[in-house]
């Protein structure tokens, strides 16, 4: 699978961007859509997860109730909407693609490039 993240930019505390991921070339292994993200000096970290063909989701404790993971099958895209930004959601965000439902990034099967999010307070 290649995955393609964008929509990243700078934005003030309070306010909203949406990351974009175009999947491409899905596989068997690729039940699940996830994205990751990671703050300079610290490790990648789990933010929200869907499965690609039922649409179930989860997210981590920190952005539940500000962010939200969905998916377009038909333009094989998935999206975060992330709202009400804090300064600690700066970080570079990835999209990844796993076979079961994980937390972990090590349990990943690809990676697209990131894409970075800065919220100036």
């Known amino acids: 699978v290649q995955l393609q993240a964008s929509g990243g930019g700078l934005v003030q505390l309070g306010g909203s961007l949406r990351l974009s991921c175009a999947v491409s070339g899905l596989t068997t292994s690729d039940n699940f859509m996830n994205w990751f993200r990671q703050a300079p000096g610290e490790e990648r970290e789990f933010v929200a997860g869907i499965r690609w063909r039922e649409g179930s989701k989860r997210y981590a404790d920190s952005v539940k109730g500000r962010f939200t993971i969905s998916r377009d099958a038909a333009e094989m895209t998935v999206y975060l909407q992330m709202n009400n930004l804090k300064p600690e959601d700066t970080a570079d965000y990835y999209c990844?693609?796993?076979?079961?439902?994980?937390?972990?990034?090590?349990?990943?099967?690809?990676w697209g490039h990131g894409t970075q999010v800065t919220v100036s307070s």
């Open positions: 990844a693609s796993s076979s079961r439902q994980i937390t972990s990034a090590s349990e990943a099967v690809s």
